[in-house]
Each structure stands twice: as C-alpha cells, then as structure tokens.
C-alpha cells in the first residue's frame, strides 16, 4: 500500500443556479490576459447540450484521423482532419471558433452604455451534425435563448434512441460546471512529450511547467474533457491549477469560495496509488466507478495512516482527510460520482447527481430506480455519473431522497419509508 494524498472537489448539482460567477473570478484572477481570451479554467454547461468546446465529450471527434498500431501513429483510412491537425500531426485540435467568443466583458461598458431594447445578445453559430441537421449553438445556447432542438439533438447523439424520446414538453436542463479534474491517471501528463505537465507529490494538483512546455499541444486533444488551453501569444499550453497558491495558505480555490449556491466542498482523499494502474485499466466500463472507490482509503484506518506517515504526508493533511466531506459524500455515504469514469483518468473532482426536480412526491416505500417518472431521465444522468451503469446512479439518488425524507421528518414528524437506502445514523451522527 502506497498512500499519497490528493486535493478534491464535491459539487452538488441541485444547488447550481448557473450564474457563471465562479467562470467570471477564476477568469479574473487566473485568465483575464493577451493570449487567453478565449479561456475558462471553470466553465458552466447547460446539460443537454453541446458544451465548451462544442461536443468535447465526442471522444471519437478528437481522436480524429490518428490511431496507435504496431507502437506508430498513423492516420486512420477516410480520416478528416482539421486544418491544425494536418499542420502539426496531431489528433483534431479543439479550434478557437469550438470556444466561440473570446472574453469581451467590460465593466465600462456595463456602466457607461446606453440603454438598448434588445442587450446582451448572444449570436449562434451554425453546426452542421453528422446526420447533416443544422442546429444553433453557442455556450448556454440550449439554456439562454434555445428552441430545444440543440438539446433534443445532443441526447439524440448519445445514441439513447426509446429510452429518451424528448417531445418538446418534458425537456429538462441542468447546470454541469466543470475544472480540470486533477486526476489520478492524467491523459495531459502522460501525452506530453516534453516532461511538462506534472502531477504535484504533495497534494496531486497537475500543472503545466511554463518553462518545459514546448508547446506541441498534444495535451489538449489527449485531455479527454478538453480543459488544457493553448496560449496563442506566449504558444505554452495553460490550464486550471486548483488555485494552488491559495491552497499553500489555507485558502479554498476562487471558484469555490466565491460560489453563489455553495455548492463545491473542498478536502484531502487518501489513496492507494498502487492500485491506480490497475483501476484504470478495469475491463468493464461499467464498474470503473466501483475501481476507483478501491483505491480511495479510509483516513481513519490506524494501517493507511502508518502507511500515509510512511510516505511523508504531514499530521495537518491526515487531519483535514478525516474531517473532510468530501471523504463522506465519495466513499462513505457515495452519493458523489466522478464525470465521465469510462475515459478512464480517474478525476478527483466528484458530483452530487440532482435529485430535482421529480415530478412525484415520494411515497413511502417507492424505490426510486423503479420510478419512471424523474424528470432528468436516469438513463441520461447515468452516462453522464455512472459510466452507463444506472444502479450506481439510481443508488446516490435514492440516498439523498432519504436524507430528504429524514430530514424533514425531524420537523414534521411524517412517517420514514420503511426501506431506507441511506443509514440514518451514519448521518445524524
Ligand atoms: Fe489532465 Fe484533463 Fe485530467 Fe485535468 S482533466 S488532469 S487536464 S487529463
Ligand atoms: Fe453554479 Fe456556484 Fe458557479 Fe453559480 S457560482 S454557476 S451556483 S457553481
């Protein structure tokens, strides 16, 4: 067992009202400069929908033309390619029009413009999809000004055919803000050619060395969630770095302590980073979700404490790993999942799937998995948290529609279920 200590992100869904203000202080502290307009170390998605960059999660788009065969590179047969990946040998590169508009917020103008009928008004950008629809996009489109069809078209491409037939009058939406998710098994690190991109020994934040990077890029098609940038006036790949000089003062990152809804908990994870190898490379994808919980271990355990002061990991991190809810929301109560699990780079940013809305009161002794009226269908919320797999998300739902029902029968006194997923007195405790 070799423990080492990782910084972690929970975010809890139901309380995101997608106000953008933890995107617009990361930009101001972090990427408010010449050469990083364009960039959102955090971003805020409206989910169904296309994304920054449009269609990250089309992992096949990225990969593009090239594939691995016989330890060479080679470009696939009938492969299309972007023109910055015919230039550089690369898989597709995310283009600055994928981000759609640099960064043109200006406190002067808010203040001193005059008034307009119509402002602000974000304009869309046709995309053409593969069936050769053409929808409008723009980020947020789906959320601001959308008809649904871009949407409707985004749950059509995850291929969930009958099982989300969306009719206009039961779309649903949601907000996903998303950071780098410092991972365990990071796609950046291990695609650099030039040893830039690290992983910090102390507390598992990854960053890019502004001096070893080269600027070859092949971090940011390898980043499976899109979240390494390029600077084009200094040509050094950036991305979000935890805020890690206000963690080495004690302080949570910007976007957490500036979070309208309070939705992003902070705290340390012990792991067993012999174990990470072997949980990445889980055959059924499935039940990466349930690898990586093997690899999170217990801060209370007397052996993974010897082995964690083994490894030189201070009394202060041991400490803030057993008084962390994070530790609670992932692996105690796991009602915390990771995006995406099947890429395969074990992220350390967590999230609280919503609950809301459901379209039905709950009933004593309904169980939720066999509910078909939620209104975010659990198919979709299942590709997004469980890696396909439905029980892992239907069972972090049913446990914090417990915690709800507990909850209020403190005060009003209703009867509880008689099949309580969550244990009452883990949480009252
Ligand atoms: Fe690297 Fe992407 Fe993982 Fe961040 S999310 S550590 S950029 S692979
Ligand atoms: Fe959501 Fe908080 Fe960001 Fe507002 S500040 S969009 S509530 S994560």
New binding site residues.
């Given amino acids: 067992m070799k423990i080492k200590a990782q910084i972690s992100m929970v ?1 809890n869904l139901d ?9 617009i202080t990361c930009k101001n502290v972090w990427t408010n400069r010449e050469g990083a307009e364009y960039m959102y170390f955090n971003n ?1 998605e409206t989910k169904p929908g296309i994304g920054y960059p449009k269609r990250w999660e089309d992992q096949d788009k990225w990969q593009g033309g090239w594939e691995l065969k016989n330890g060479k590179l080679r470009l696939r047969s009938g492969a299309k390619l972007t023109r910055m990946a015919k230039l550089f040998y690369h898989p597709n590169q995310p283009e600055l029009d994928d981000y759609y508009e640099p960064w043109t917020y200006d406190y002067e103008t808010l203040i001193n413009s005059k008034r307009k009928n119509h402002q602000p008004i974000a304009r869309p950008r046709s995309l053409i999809t593969q069936q050769r629809m053409e929808i409008k996009w723009g980020p947020n489109w789906e959320d601001d000004l959308a008809d649904g069809q871009s949407a409707r078209q985004d749950v059509n491409l995850r291929n969930m055919g009958s099982d989300i037939a969306l009719e206009f009058h039961d779309l649903f939406m949601k ?1 996903l ?1 998303r950071v780098c998710n410092h991972c365990l098994n990071p796609a950046c690190v291990a695609a650099c050619p030039s040893g830039a991109i690290y992983k910090r020994e102390e507390d598992g934040v990854v960053l890019v060395s502004q001096d070893g990077c080269r600027g070859w890029r092949h971090c940011i098609p390898a980043c499976p969630y899109k979240k390494v940038y390029f600077n084009w006036k200094t040509n050094k790949a950036e991305k979000c770095i935890f805020c890690f000089p206000r963690l080495e003062n004690g302080l949570p990152t910007v ?1 957490a302590d ?4 309070r ?2 908990y902070m705290g340390v994870l012990l792991y067993d980073m012999d174990k990470v190898k072997e949980a990445a490379a889980t055959p059924d994808k499935g039940q990466i979700y349930h690898s990586v919980l093997d690899i999170i271990m217990d801060p209370h355990d007397p052996e993974v404490l010897a082995a964690a002061r083994k490894e030189g990991i201070p009394e202060n991190w041991l400490k803030a790993a057993q008084d962390s809810p994070v530790y609670k929301l992932v692996k105690e109560w796991q009602v915390a999942l990771p995006l995406h699990a099947e890429y395969r780079t074990l992220p350390m940013v967590w999230y609280v799937p919503p609950l809301s809305p459901i379209t039905r009161r709950a009933e004593a002794d309904v169980y939720l998995p066999e509910a078909t009226d939620m209104r975010i269908p659990l198919a979709y919320l299942a590709e997004l948290f469980g890696a396909g797999n439905t029980q892992v998300v239907a069972r972090a739902l049913q446990r914090l529609l417990d915690m709800r029902l507990v909850m209020r029968a403190q005060t009003t006194g209703d009867r509880l279920p008689a099949r309580l997923e969550f244990d009452v007195e883990t949480y009252q405790a």
């Fill in positions: 975010m309380k995101c009202i997608g106000c953008h203000t933890c995107s805020v907000y803000p976007c500036t979070c309208v809804g939705l992003r």
